[in-house]
């Protein structure tokens, strides 16, 4: 199984870097993981509704471009679905194709990139940087290829 994550703009900090490395060694026990970096849009400090929605219809074109042919997709974005890692670890490992994740900038996803998942996920009703968002998500894929595999590191 092929695991893509893709995220737009880059780690800029070294222990966001180094955790999400860490998760990543640790998954390619059970996957094959890639990560793709998308170039986050450029937009003043105090940006219009009109620029934001261009800069996110920018950037959902180059997200779309990168998801690789027949993989499932999961958008991960506030009005998703909020799962377990037990219920997460089950869609995971029952997927009978490769996976695609899915992280937007700051504003979010575009309409398009919702309207293209097979799952829209929600990781909580809080509201997380989304450079940590990396991070919590390569530690759900590790956790959730570690439950399937039986392993104490759920508990």
Known sequence: MN???I????LKEKYYRDAVEEYEKRI???CRIKSVEIKEERLPDDPSEKQIG???AAEGKRILQAIPGR???TALCVEGKELSSPELSRIICGAE???AFII???FGLSPEVKAAADLRLSVSPMTFPHRLMRVILA???YRAFSIAAGSAYHK
Do not use: K, P, W, Y
């Not at 995220?7 to 880059?10: A, M, N, P």
């Open 3 to 5: 695991v893509t994550v």
């Open 7 to 10: 995220h737009v703009g880059d």
């Open 28 to 30: 390619n026990r059970f």
């Open 54 to 56: 261009s800069a996110l």
């Open 71 to 73: 993989s499932f997709i």
């Open 97 to 99: 194709r490769d996976l």
């Open 104 to 106: 937007g900038s700051s």
């Open 139 to 141: 530690e759900q894929i």
